[in-house]
């Protein structure tokens, strides 16, 4: 009995939340390290610091990922990782990128991706097989607003999401700061999103906002440009926001 007394209270010890906090960020480390990744996305690292991103957001051993958008698996080979072979990650691309739907076959080609799903749907959809701990959306969530890539109800996007994930669930969202007042047709030309706009939207839809982080802000940034202007591309101001859906 006294043994499992100790167990019990060392499971709930500071120490032993230490202790797996460093677990989970070793498991980080090894994944951005991971030399199987291509090296223009290596490269991409030292401006979308995916350690950072990844730790912010809160992946763990075992989750349920929803990642919107893989584009060819920048962040999803680093989040199959760290989630592991009790975990799983269910990407949706967007149909009408044709480039992003390849690019994603070709990630999965050799099957080393076993916890990796991806399916390709209209640019919206919200459904996963099961319930998640993490919806992840990066640099896409202003995409929503442009009508060329799909017609998108941001709102009714918002809601299915808050249904895809458990209680308790996370919805994290990264994307491009934008002027005050930028408008959907503005949106289109410089894809950014304004912070505020998104936390409005986002909270709309029943999520409390729960941490910014602020590893990608840049006050350098001429947010009047297009983020893919060679004078800011890879150095533009970005946020980080952390969502979660009542318990």
Known sequence: MRQLVAACLLAFSPMAGFAATTSVSRLVERAVADPSRPGDQRAADAFRKPAETIAFAGVR????????????????????????????????????????????????????????????????????????????????????????????DTAAFNRAVFQALKPGGTYFVLDHEAPAGTSDAAIAKLHRIEKARVIREVTAAGFKLAAEGNFLRNPADDRSLPIFDKKVQGRTDQYALKFVKPR
């Not at 799903?117 to 919206?124: C, D, K, L, N, V």
């Not at 919200?126 to 995409?143: E, G, I, K, M, S």
């Open 61 to 152: 051993p075992g989750m349920v990922v929803g990642e919107f958008y893989p584009g060819g698996g920048y962040f999803t080979r680093m989040l199959s990782d760290v989630v592991g072979p009790n975990g799983h990650v269910y990407g949706i691309e967007n149909d009408r990128w044709k480039s992003a739907v390849k690019a994603n076959a070709a990630l999965l080609a050799d099957g080393r991706l076993n916890n990796v799903s991806i399916e390709a749907a209209p640019f919206g959809t919200a459904r996963f097989p099961r319930p998640l701990d993490l919806a992840w959306v990066t640099q896409n969530y202003h995409d929503l607003k442009i009508p060329e890539y799909g017609i998108v």
